[in-house]
């Protein structure tokens, strides 16, 4: 009976330990979500402001946003948020997001700025999962290869030119790594794609439901 009672005290113990595990891990998770959310509101602004900077403004670039109900061309399954640079209430540019399903090693998050002449204002990489040394130079923090889009723009409808070298367009690839590159080149032109063909909603009104938190 004493090894029945030591084992049915042991397993009370580990079901009270892992109680109180859970209970720890649900407790933490409650504390750090609003603070996670605020730190992830914060990178996403700061991305925003390094394309269109803020003396540029006089909106809230991050709230200040447009809802396009389709936007699939750019990876969105439902209806996409599109943030809108404003000066004296004119829209000057906008900031679309992109998901680019076609990655090396999964998709890659980035935002495409756009000025009101059609005029790449920049480009971010928000999230990637590419090979680190190769495929990741697409981030700003390893190489300065995506400030190349700066000042780019479609030289027509379907430009071959915009398109890894490669592929016989005029942006660079990197050594060993195409898919990457590729993918966010691609990601970009759908981009200026959908500004294209969304341009007098997005500059001059539109009837699609809109946030003006800021």
């Given at each position: 009976?004493?090894?029945?009672?030591?084992?049915?005290?042991?397993?009370?113990?580990?079901?009270?330990?892992?109680?109180?595990?859970?209970?720890?891990?649900?407790?933490?998770?409650?504390?750090?979500?609003?603070?996670?959310?605020?730190?992830?509101?914060?990178?996403?602004?700061?991305?925003?402001?390094?394309?269109?900077?803020?003396?540029?403004?006089?909106?809230?670039?991050?709230?200040?946003?447009?809802?396009?109900?389709?936007?699939?061309?750019?990876?969105?399954?439902?209806?996409?948020?599109?943030?809108?640079?404003?000066?004296?209430?004119?829209?000057?540019?906008?900031?679309?997001?992109?998901?680019?399903?076609?990655?090396?090693?999964?998709?890659?998050?980035?935002?495409?700025?756009?000025?009101?002449?059609?005029?790449?204002?920049?480009?971010?990489?928000?999230?990637?999962?590419?090979?680190?040394?190769?495929?990741?130079?697409?981030?700003?923090?390893?190489?300065?290869?995506?400030?190349?889009?700066?000042?780019?723009?479609?030289?027509?409808?379907?430009?071959?030119?915009?398109?890894?070298?490669?592929?016989?367009?005029?942006?660079?690839?990197?050594?060993?790594?195409?898919?990457?590159?590729?993918?966010?080149?691609?990601?970009?032109?759908?981009?200026?794609?959908?500004?294209?063909?969304?341009?007098?909603?997005?500059?001059?009104?539109?009837?699609?439901?809109?946030?003006?938190n800021g």
């Open positions: 009976m004493s090894l029945v009672s030591a084992i049915r005290t042991n397993s009370l113990g580990l079901s009270l330990f892992a109680l109180i595990t859970a209970g720890a891990i649900a407790v933490t998770q409650v504390m750090t979500r609003d603070s996670i959310a605020a730190n992830r509101e914060e990178a996403a602004a700061r991305a925003l402001y390094e394309i269109i900077p803020a003396e540029r403004i006089d909106n809230d670039l991050l709230h200040d946003t447009v809802t396009l109900p389709r936007a699939q061309q750019v990876g969105s399954e439902g209806p996409l948020a599109i943030h809108l640079a404003r000066k004296d209430d004119q829209v000057i540019g906008v900031i679309v997001p992109v998901i680019a399903a076609d990655g090396y090693t999964g998709s890659i998050e980035l935002i495409v700025g756009i000025e009101a002449d059609g005029t790449l204002a920049g480009v971010r990489i928000l999230r990637h999962q590419e090979t680190p040394g190769l495929g990741d130079k697409v981030d700003l923090k390893k190489s300065p290869w995506v400030l190349g889009f700066n000042g780019e723009r479609l030289q027509s409808d379907d430009d071959p030119g915009f398109a890894v070298k490669k592929d016989g367009g005029r942006f660079d690839q990197f050594t060993g790594a195409t898919i990457t590159p590729r993918a966010v080149v691609g990601g970009v032109k759908r981009a200026l794609q959908l500004f294209r063909d969304n341009r007098a909603h997005l500059l001059e009104g539109s009837p699609w439901e809109v946030h003006r």
